[in-house]
């Protein structure tokens, strides 16, 4: 592999113009294409094989005068000063209010709270439930702005007005997330390279990847149904991979230039070895990420093969673009102290010892020379990190999460206030019977038997009479324990017909059934793959099972972190998710799992590969840790440092879900590098010694060689 991506990085040195025309040429037509086909819309979120699906699409099938699919707002209003809604001046704004929004754009019902026993029992609080005639995603800014309107006269006229559901539901204006990333990734290149030409080309390397990889899932939502959340990822990891990737070639071709090397022949080296670990470490991402689609929630899916085709492209990119700017740039991008006339290239021989002790030399020395009280209080540490992870509680997205201060925030609370936690969470529960009307008076009289539940809705007939729907009212609120255990009771009741419950609690429930029974297989392909992958880039069994280790140790932390900030509320004031704390976003933990996973291994590899590189030049297993460890903490923790930069941008988010997960990948990637990378691993390698590089013979046997290090590289050198 290295002698191939030797050549290719050649290759593209000598014809940069057109390497460069290739991949502008591609980025034109991506922006062609997405200006012209684009057709993202809103996440759709559907769980194919589920109860609360089947009965979703029962109802969609048999209930057309519902408009299932149909968006929906619900009005909340509040008298004030004690009054009651009662009251005819209140009466009066309520009804003149309720008339106006029917007569709204894309309105097709307005519920009287009057007429449709929609106040609460103290007379203060009551709502109107409002019916769309198109799905959310069709609902306009000047529909909602309307609404808006709508709703004023009252609040002039005294009352508390607020509005929910997910026809309010506006896509915020877009956050500065990726400028501060790239802004941070910029200021960690100038200072690792000391020069902002060398700075400059990860930078542009990742807007021209990120930018094709973005534009390509544009132009794709011409052709199917794209959700608009699914370049989310792709931008987010295609952004920092795309900088790391860059990072360690660019990194690797001054290091080939400061021994001497010709620029053409730097390029090769650097293209032939830390690109060959570029590809193994895209690869392992590649794999984690398109094996999302095993869970079988579309969603995922979409997201998971953006992102990875992402990835590709940054490894193209890195592989080929990167080159081609390294020619351009030409004497600019060499170091300062590197030697201003290249020498031939000669074959290299074993690493020497750094002769300046560097932080990295000397924070390696401290760990070689204590391993095991290091090992102890980095596993101590994130052991602690993780008791939190016990308590772990799944969920769904809803208004009770959203930022305080906002509307919708507002008519969730007052609705809490006014009708029971339970009313924001109501189970639907659907009858398929030939005498819908007996079956769902029978299944109606059982449910109200049970515990939890605060009231049962009277049920209604399809045209058909064959298919019956009922609201049940839980006593609890949406995330309460008391409230999944209803949903399984309701399920567990003795059936003659069918009987089926959906909801948002409900969906909780099948999400979280769904995703636990995907986990392992998802986990076996996913650490398999990759563990084979590493274990022919090594030649070791030992070091991708320690990988694998230290992966288990970071996403338990991670999860402990989690649950701390975003469940319990620790420090969320500081994380900016004062009052908006609750159950963690179902689908994250597989998620991050997925991503964490690849990331975690890009770092072993980008480490690892050095170490065993010294090794093959003849340095001891301890002298090899130490000089592959001096010569890439650097670059590992420069690009560690800009993952985190660009992940934590995503707490600036709108979107909990993209909160959550921009949160969770920093804390994973801090945790993964710094402490298992670059603290755990060197400290096990020290105590392994020989041992790390074990492979059984037979196994070595059957193993195809794979040059990640170069090897073929230095014979040809020293042949010639």
Not at 77 to 97: C, E, I, M, N, Y
Not at 654 to 671: K, P, Q, Y
Request: proline residues 6%.
């Amino acid at each position: 592999m290295a002698t191939s991506l030797y050549r290719l990085g050649r290759f593209a040195f000598r014809r940069p113009r057109l390497v460069v025309l290739v991949w502008l040429g591609l980025l034109a037509a991506g922006i062609v294409g997405t200006a012209t086909l684009s057709s993202l819309t809103p996440a759709a979120f559907s769980i194919p094989g589920t109860e609360s699906q089947r009965a979703g699409d029962l109802l969609h099938e048999r209930f057309s005068q519902l408009a299932a699919n149909s968006a929906t707002a619900r009005i909340v209003f509040q008298a004030r000063d004690g009054g009651k809604l009662s009251d005819p001046a209140s009466r009066s704004l309520v009804s003149a209010t309720v008339q106006r929004l029917s007569t709204a754009p894309q309105v097709s019902t307005a519920s009287n709270p009057f007429a449709a026993h929609g106040i609460s029992a103290d007379g203060t609080i009551a709502y109107s439930q409002v019916g769309f005639k198109v799905p959310a995603k069709e609902v306009t800014p000047q529909v909602r702005g309307a609404i808006k309107t709508a709703i004023e006269p009252a609040r002039a006229g005294g009352l508390t007005v607020e509005y929910g559901g997910d026809a309010m539901t506006e896509t915020e204006a877009p956050h500065l997330t990726e400028v501060i990333g790239f802004a941070v990734a910029a200021v960690v290149l100038v200072l690792t390279f000391g020069s902002v030409v060398a700075a400059g080309l990860p930078l542009l390397s990742a807007i021209i990847g990120v930018g094709i990889g973005v534009t390509a899932i544009g132009t794709a939502s011409g052709f199917f149904d794209v959700a608009s959340t699914t370049s989310v990822l792709a931008l987010m990891l295609g952004l920092a991979v795309s900088i790391d990737y860059a990072l360690f070639i660019v990194s690797r071709y001054r290091q080939e230039l400061y021994d001497g090397l010709e620029p053409e022949e730097a390029v090769g080296r650097a293209t032939g070895t830390a690109g060959s670990a570029v590809v193994f470490a895209g690869l392992t991402v590649v794999i984690a990420l398109a094996a999302l689609s095993m869970v079988g929630i579309p969603f995922l899916t979409q997201m998971g093969l953006a992102a990875a085709f992402t990835v590709v492209v940054a490894v193209a990119i890195a592989l080929t673009f990167l080159p081609a700017m390294l020619a351009i740039a030409g004497p600019r991008i060499r170091p300062a102290s590197a030697p201003a006339a290249p020498a031939a290239p000669a074959a290299p021989a074993a690493p020497a010892a750094p002769a300046a002790r560097t932080i990295g030399r000397r924070w390696v020395d401290f760990v070689t020379r204590r391993p095991i009280a290091v090992l102890l209080a980095a596993c101590i540490g994130l052991g602690a990190l993780a008791i939190p992870a016990l308590d772990l509680q799944l969920g769904l997205t809803n208004d009770s999460t959203a930022k305080p201060g906002t509307s919708q925030r507002a008519a969730y609370d007052l609705l809490t206030a006014g009708f029971g936690p339970g009313f924001n969470g109501p189970l639907l529960v659907v009858v398929d019977a030939a005498d819908a009307k007996a079956a769902a008076d029978g299944t109606a009289s059982a449910i109200r038997g049970l515990p939890q539940v605060k009231a049962v809705g009277t049920p209604v007939l399809n045209p058909a009479g064959d298919t019956a729907l009922m609201t049940v009212i839980p006593a609890a609120g949406p995330s309460a324990p008391e409230t999944r255990e209803l949903v399984r009771s309701i399920r567990d009741l003795p059936q003659t017909v069918g009987v089926s419950v959906t909801g948002a609690t409900a969906v909780t429930l099948d999400v979280s059934a769904k995703l636990g029974s995907a986990l392992t297989p998802y986990l076996l392909l996913v650490v398999g793959l990759a563990f084979l992958l590493l274990m022919l880039v090594f030649r070791s069994v030992v070091i991708p099972l320690k990988a694998t280790l230290g992966f288990l140790l970071t996403i338990a932390a991670t999860f402990g972190t989690l649950v701390a900030i975003f469940q319990w509320g620790w420090l969320a004031g500081l994380f900016g998710v004062e009052g908006q704390t609750g159950p963690i976003l179902s689908m994250l933990p597989i998620f991050l799992i997925g991503v964490v996973f690849g990331l975690a291994m890009d770092y072993q590899i980008f480490l690892v590969t050095r170490m065993r590189e010294a090794r093959g030049l003849g340095a001891t297993p301890l002298g090899a840790v130490v000089q592959g460890f001096s010569q890439s903490a650097r670059v590992v923790t420069a690009a560690a440092v800009i993952m985190i930069a660009v992940f934590s941008g995503f707490l600036l988010s709108g979107e909990m879900m993209f909160r959550e997960l921009g949160f969770g990948l920093a804390v994973a990637v801090a945790i993964d590098a710094f402490v298992v990378r670059l603290t755990i691993v060197p400290a096990v390698m020290a105590l392994l010694g020989r041992s790390a590089w074990w492979l059984p013979r037979r196994l070595d046997r059957v193993l195809p060689a794979i040059d990640v290090e170069g090897g073929q590289l230095q014979d040809q050198a020293g042949a010639n």
